[in-house]
């Protein structure tokens, strides 16, 4: 079925410790977004790509980096996780420059 | 600064009709987006606005008012499966979306 896979579904992490999430779609677009949802908050973007090799900062990217060495494959990381990063997190794609995104699953992150 | 308003919570009943209000303030203005949301789910995208005016798509209707800064969802004969919660996101300047908190929608029999 094709679509945005992203893993793990959930995760409990100590404080301190780096943590990456995954995240693969076998759509081809080339616009990859990532993006955490609190309580009481719309969608706050922390980094997105608009094609393999190029990544850029959205609104809330402090403690978080990506990558995107391929189409594919978008992975975001936590150097150093903090509570303060305890959400859900969506994985995104779109055809560049359109609106219409395609999520993911979700991944649910406790930070103690 | 940029913002999004809709309300945080609507209730409606089965078979009636609910329109769910979105105003917005943003740096440049490139489209208006409605996505759903279930509980525990993903976002999915439902309708798209960048002329005024009114779109109709089945039973949920999205409109556009780009001098007001104002758009609605109108949902007819609600069904059951149709709680859930319903995001707001203009595409600003940039073409980067900003989210309104989404509205969450309750239906009872």
């Known amino acids: 079925i094709a679509g945005i896979t992203q893993a793990p579904t959930s995760q409990i992490l100590a404080a301190g410790r780096r943590m990456t999430l995954r995240c693969t779609q076998d759509?081809?677009?080339?616009?990859m977004y990532w993006y955490r949802q609190d309580l009481g908050l719309g969608l706050r973007l922390i980094h997105y790509s608009n094609t393999a090799g190029t990544t850029g900062k959205g609104e809330v990217p402090d403690g978080y980096s990506v990558s995107r060495a391929n189409t594919d494959d978008f992975p975001l990381t936590l150097a150093s996780a903090v509570p303060s990063q305890t959400s859900v997190y969506f994985c995104?794609?779109?055809?560049?420059?359109?609106?219409?995104?395609?999520f993911g699953e979700g991944s649910r992150l406790t930070v103690l | 600064g940029q913002n999004i308003d809709q309300p945080t919570e609507m209730t409606a009943t089965e078979g009636a009709i609910v329109q769910i209000n979105c105003t917005y303030q943003?740096?440049?203005?490139?489209?208006l987006f409605w996505y759903q949301q279930h509980a525990g789910e993903a976002p999915t995208f439902l309708s798209y606005n960048v002329l005024d005016g009114l779109e109709e798509k089945g039973r949920f209707s999205s409109f556009l008012s780009r001098s007001k800064g104002y758009s609605y969802l109108l949902l007819k004969e609600l069904q059951m499966k149709d709680s859930a919660s319903y995001l707001c996101?203009?595409?600003?300047?940039?073409?980067?979306?900003?989210w309104g908190a989404g509205t969450k929608l309750i239906i009872k029999p």
């Open positions: 996101a203009v595409r600003d300047s940039n073409y980067q979306l900003i």
């Open positions: 995104a794609s779109s055809v560049e420059g359109t609106g219409e995104l395609f």
């Open positions: 759509m081809r677009h080339n616009a």
């Open positions: 943003t740096s440049g203005f490139n489209g």
